[in-house]
């Protein structure tokens, strides 16, 4: 190892993000354009490395159409030239595909009516709910746009049929994998957006996912074309011979207990009867093997899913003791790690990417054999995720579909065959951990779905900019001498992408830098609530599409292929670490009135990777600097924790916003009540005037049965305290908003406020009862003049002036009324002349109205008693009359 030419690591993590070829993509790109360029243009068929005489002639078939004149005599080229030219014509830069699809609404969901709405084929509309519903949208909780247009490579509606959206977004990968180059797909959304719909497809007719249509075409396809399977695939690109074991399918442990459990748990029949009947022209001169396997993602670990469950049935479990009836099993399974793929799998690649070492993959001869394998990988699924989460996938789900193509006349030279990769990964739901209010063991799952598609989003991130950096280097090297610049050094500052921090993304890092098409299918529901997650998940599809892959065939083996690194001797064993418990009680046998007839507790043992496997990696792996390494590792250390604190920001940020906008609504709604009683009170106050008005009258003889309806002091005192109340709050709140209002209030220099539409009301009621125009400056004459018995009358409050009251006046006015009120003899007080020198003759007023305030105040304190008393005495000595009948006598008079 230490002869070989050794980059370090750091070098070849700086080429990470270099793509093959780096002019800006277009906008979007040719997807179609690359589909249908093969059928025409068929890939770089592995030409032969030793032609020999004992090949077998090639059966001309319909679909490639080879001149006979030519077949024979022109000398295939070589497969070097072949392999350049298939690189020249392939590795053109194209964008990640970026899919949406809209989840219909189902029958039980609220019609309410949804936030996103599409505006073309490519692009759609999302507009948060809460400014269309919420009357002060300033106060949003939202971090996130109130409105946005994003666009995708197409917009499926939500009347998509399965067979539509598969044509459209997944037969072309279907295509380029039976035409040798791998391609990978993946569905992004919130939970219950439709993502497994989407994979694996409903049960009813017509609805089959993406994932069973893939196996139907795949062997549609190839029927007649099966190979020996002699070889089967080994890490990403290489082969082996085969095992004989490959092709028996995993079985249901023999344990009856435990195939009880699958039993009991195993509801979602897949539709036999959904087969897609399409078929893609193939290269009938090769004959191909296909394999599957079937992994998951779960707590930043990696499982199989068809590798045998195994269970130990009656072990102790701590706890109640099992009732009669009731089974204890134990369900094990162990972590896999993830391995640098070997640089002579693929001498060409300027990266290699990771495969997980120790998945079971099984040789397959037809779909229906391959949906079984997938329907039991899904019922290991559910049976392992069900422990945690009934409802909802919390892995990370790949079907990985290889297929080893190789040429009829080369069919036992390993080294002409090509393995070609197709993953369908259905991830699991993207909502944060806030919304889930998840606490515990959950907490830790939720925090390791985020982690791990947060990490798929910063590598995204990182490809872009690399990505960026290199095309403006170009850009430059092609302006001319004086603004050049060296790609490689552009190349050593790239930033690292950082793969390794997630599970999911390490062992998806093929597709980003390899030679793969990739797929994304963006599912939104958009009658959910999470309008937040989903504009994240938008943003998400918005940054993928930003980023190119380079697709191009994968490699031809020319290399014999190497042991796998299992076999490899001399490996010290050791221990497997504890792993991770977890306990659940399942109930079998309901019968059919759903009686629990027994019930089983599942524990599952989820060992961790044995540091056997872990060290295992240095094997691959190019030598490295350790302080290098170290560095390395700290800066991606510091990334992820900057990530991390990020997130926790965005979160406080969004709880502070929620916070500050429940405590101004509380605000708003006290205010709104403070208001309503302080409106009331206006309308009380101004009826009382009235009637105070109306009872002045009567007092001076203008009506002949006077009325006393005013309150009593002490109502009076309170609606005064009421108002003060409100005037308090007033300036508390305003307190806050301006300061220079504050000032205002207190100091008492607001300007007067303009009458309120009740006093304008008011005003005119009173001026239509009195029969006079509202010629405010005039009224006190007119009562004069009528009270011509009267030597010396008093100016009575005019309407107007009433409309004009500030708060203090307001008061001073009630003062006088109270006071003249009170006097049941009532007189006039003198005019300002005579107020000095009260006549003699004329009966003294018991106060003035040129006295203070606080004076008067504390008199009327003072007679409250003898006033109410007066009062009493009047209104039973004359027949009460209503308040109405009171005004229609005013008005006649
Ligand atoms: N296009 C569709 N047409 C009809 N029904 C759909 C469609 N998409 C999803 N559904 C239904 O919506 C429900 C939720 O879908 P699904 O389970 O696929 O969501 P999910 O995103 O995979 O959720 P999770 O992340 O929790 O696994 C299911 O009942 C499914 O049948």
């Excluded at 959206?165 to 180059?181: A, E, H, I, R, S």
């Excluded at 250390?637 to 990020?646: D, I, K, P, S, V």
């Amino acid at each position: 190892m230490a002869s070989k030419p050794a980059p370090t690591r750091a070098s070849s993590r700086a080429r990470i993000a270099a793509p093959a070829k780096t002019a800006p993509a277009p906008a979007r790109t040719t997807r179609t354009r690359a589909a249908s360029k093969q059928p025409e243009d068929p890939p770089a068929a592995p030409a032969p490395k030793k032609p020999t005489t004992s090949r077998k002639p090639l059966e001309k078939r319909d679909n490639i159409d080879v001149p006979a004149a030519v077949k024979p005599k022109v000398k295939p080229p070589s497969a070097r030239a072949l392999k350049q030219a298939v690189l020249q014509s392939d590795r053109e830069a194209e964008p990640i595909m970026a899919y949406l699809r809209i989840r219909p609404r189902l029958g039980e969901e609220p019609s309410s009516s949804p936030y996103l709405i599409p505006i073309s084929d490519t692009a759609v509309k999302m507009a948060d709910p809460q400014d269309t519903q919420n009357a002060r949208p300033q106060y949003r909780a939202s971090v996130a746009q109130p409105s946005s247009i994003y666009t995708f490579s197409h917009i499926f509606p939500p009347n998509t049929s399965q067979q539509d959206f598969f044509t459209k977004t997944t037969l072309p990968l279907v295509k380029d994998v039976l035409y040798g180059q791998s391609a990978l797909l993946f569905t992004y959304g919130v939970t219950n957006s439709g993502k497994t719909y989407t994979v694996q497809g409903g049960t009813e007719k017509g609805t089959a996912g993406i994932l069973p249509r893939t196996l139907d075409v795949v062997f549609n396809s190839i029927e007649g074309l099966h190979g020996d399977g002699k070889y089967r695939p080994v890490r990403l690109y290489g082969v082996e011979p085969s095992d004989p074991s490959d092709s028996t399918p995993p079985q249901l442990s023999a344990e009856p207990d435990l195939a009880e459990v699958f039993q009991s748990l195993d509801q979602g029949a897949e539709p036999e009867f959904d087969i897609d009947p399409t078929a893609i022209p193939v290269d009938r001169n090769h004959e191909y093997t296909v394999w599957i396997s079937y992994a998951e993602v779960y707590n930043e670990k990696v499982y199989d899913l068809l590798a045998d469950a195994k269970g130990e049935s009656d072990i102790h479990i701590d706890g109640p003791a099992p009732r009669a009836g009731n089974k204890s099993l134990l369900l094990s399974r162990k972590a896999l790690t993830l391995r640098p793929s070997p640089a002579t799998d693929n001498p060409d690649a300027e990266i290699n990417g990771k495969y997980i070492s120790g998945l079971r993959q099984f040789r397959i001869h037809s779909a229906a054999q391959a949906k079984a394998l997938v329907k039991l990988g899904n019922l290991h699924r559910r049976v392992f995720g069900t422990l945690a989460n009934r409802e909802s996938s919390r892995s990370h789900g790949m079907v990985i579909i290889k297929i080893i193509r190789g040429h009829r006349g080369d069919r036992n030279d390993p080294t002409a065959l090509q393995v070609s990769r197709l993953t369908l990964v259905d991830l699991a739901g993207s909502e944060r951990t806030k919304h889930t209010h998840t606490t515990g063991d959950r907490l830790k799952e939720a925090g390791n779905i985020n982690k791990s598609l947060m990490v798929l989003g910063q590598c995204m991130e990182v490809l872009r900019s690399n990505q960026r950096k290199l095309a403006m280097s170009l850009a430059h090297e092609g302006a001319g001498k004086s603004g050049r610049m060296d790609t490689r050094d552009v190349k050593r500052t790239l930033a690292v992408v950082p793969f390794r921090h997630s599970k999911l993304t390490e062992s998806l890092m093929d597709y980003f830098v390899g030679d793969s098409r990739a797929v994304m299918i963006v599912n939104i529901n958009p009658y959910d609530t999470g309008y937040d997650e989903n504009s994240h998940v938008m943003k998400f599809a918005s940054l993928a599409r930003e980023i190119t892959v380079t697709p191009a065939a994968a490699p031809v083996q020319k290399a014999p292929p190497i042991p796998a690194p299992s076999f490899l001797p001399g490996k010290l064993k050791v221990a497997p670490n504890p792993g991770y418990r977890r306990k659940v009680t399942i109930s079998m046998g309901g019968g059919e009135r759903g009686r629990v007839v027994s019930q089983t507790t599942l524990e599952v043992l989820e060992e961790d990777e044995t540091r056997e496997d872990q060290n295992s990696d240095d094997e691959d792996d190019e030598p490295e600097n350790p302080l290098v390494d170290a560095l390395f590792d700290e800066i991606e250390n510091l990334r992820y924790q900057l990530f991390e604190a990020e997130m926790r920001a965005a979160i406080i940020e969004a709880e502070t916003r929620e916070e500050v906008m429940l405590e101004m609504e509380e605000r708003m709604r006290l205010m709104e009540q403070k208001h309503s009683r302080r409106l009331m009170s206006e309308m009380e106050r101004n009826e009382m005037k009235t009637d105070a008005k109306i009872d002045m009258l009567h007092q001076g003889g203008l009506f002949a049965s006077p009325m006393k309806t005013r309150p009593t002091y002490a109502e009076s005192y309170e609606s005064e305290d009421e108002e003060e109340d409100v005037e308090m709050s007033l300036v508390e709140c305003a307190s806050e908003e301006s300061d220079s209002d504050d000032e205002m209030n207190i100091s008492g220099t607001m300007p007067p406020r303009s009458p309120s539409p009740l006093a304008r009301k008011e005003k005119m009621l009173s001026e239509k009862q009195l029969g006079k125009k509202p010629a405010a400056p005039s009224t006190p004459k007119m009562i004069i003049e009528k009270r011509t018995f009267i030597p010396d009358p008093s100016p009575l409050p005019s309407d107007g002036e009433d409309a004009e009251l500030t708060e203090e006046d307001d008061d001073d006015d009630e003062y006088n009324e109270e006071e003249s009120e009170e006097e049941d003899d009532w007189v006039p007080p003198p005019p300002p002349s005579a107020k000095k020198t009260p006549r003699k003759s004329e009966p003294k007023p018991p106060t003035s109205t040129a006295k203070g305030s606080s004076a008067v105040k504390q008199r009327k304190i003072s007679k409250a008693g003898a006033g109410a008393a007066d009062r009493s005495e009047s209104v039973s000595a004359s027949t009460p009359m209503p308040q109405k009948k009171l005004r229609k006598s005013a008005k006649s008079a």
